[in-house]
């Protein structure tokens, strides 16, 4: 045997078991790539039928806001709008004080859904990619106070919101909910999938810190489930009820806080009770469509992990 035909076998590559299946991977791909699968009638029927199911609620909720009193109560109710739909929505307007309890509605959620975002895609990062003393006993920690009623601690939340001389202000809604168990352990998660371990040893070697890591490298990854967060949050803080109900009063109240005004008095005016229920879900409707693309797409970005 010569000495070029050794070199020549030398140079050509080993076809080892795993290159042959990646190779078979890359071509089944690439096969499957140009295949759409379409659906069945009865997947359209399905889908039609939960999409009835889940706009009924909010359709019957304008229906109900849309007459007065007397035909709500009858039997069978109406199923078509009515013609006292503005009027009802004025109404609850000005009964409720509806445009105070936006803002400060706005305020608290808002103020929620941002801090929780950023403190529990600080606190999945740390549980999920770095290592310190302690991290699954704390871990596990956290996750414990899941299993609390939050009933359990209103009585000494209060107690300090009072001493704090919070009571009665928007600040004692917003500090005991600046972040959430299940907000850590969902970005934890998912950092845990997405952000790949070299991605951050490269950081170290070029000489990054942690934040400096967590800013330019995590936020980018993270920026789909933070988005999921922030939307699932938002909207948690936004129908929250029992603690703004019970640190709150009427001259300073939240949507769901003043929606109580309405049902004050011996005889419930239901069409006025739904004239304000839809009142505080039109902000929520009008977010969901002017970012709901974005949300969706953030999603998609992120199943898809090369």
């Known amino acids: 045997m010569t000495t070029e035909s050794l070199a020549v076998r030398t140079d050509t590559p080993v076809r080892t078991p795993i290159g042959k299946a990646r190779r078979g991977g890359r071509r089944l791909l690439r096969q499957g790539a140009g295949r759409q699968h379409h659906a069945g009638p009865l997947a359209y029927v399905l889908l039609a039928v939960m999409a009835i199911l889940s706009i009924f609620p909010l359709y019957w909720t304008m229906v109900a806001a849309s007459t ?20 009802n929505l004025a109404r609850a307007w000005d009964e409720a004080a509806m445009g ?5 509605s706005l305020i608290v959620a808002g103020a929620i859904a941002l801090s929780t975002v950023l403190f529990a895609t600080l606190a999945g990062f740390a549980f999920a990619k770095l290592r310190f003393k302690g991290r699954n006993a704390l871990l596990m920690l956290v996750i414990g106070t899941m299993l609390v009623p939050p009933q359990l601690g209103v009585v000494p939340l209060f107690m300090m919101m009072s001493k704090l001389g919070w009571s009665q202000q928007l600040p004692a809604v917003i500090f005991p909910t600046l972040v959430s168990a299940v907000g850590v352990f969902f970005m934890r998660q998912y950092l845990s999938e997405a952000l790949p371990d070299e991605l951050v040893e490269a950081g170290r070697v070029d000489g990054a810190h942690s934040l400096r890591i967590f800013w330019s490298i995590v936020l980018p990854i993270a920026r789909p489930a933070m988005a999921v967060l922030f939307m699932i949050t938002f909207v948690q803080a936004w129908n929250d009820f029992f603690w703004p109900f019970v640190v709150l009063d009427m001259s300073n109240p939240t949507v769901p806080v003043a929606l109580t005004q309405l049902s004050a008095g011996y005889v419930r005016d239901q069409s006025l009770i739904m004239a304000g229920a839809l009142l505080g879900t039109l902000p929520l409707l009008a977010m969901f469509i002017v970012f709901g693309r974005q949300i969706v797409g953030g999603i998609m970005a992120g199943a898809v992990k090369g």
Do not use: C, E, H, Y
């Open 68 to 87: 007065d009193n007397t035909r709500v109560s009858q039997t069978p109710p109406p199923f078509l709008p009515g013609p006292n739909l503005f009027s």
């Open 100 to 104: 105070k309890a936006m803002i400060n």
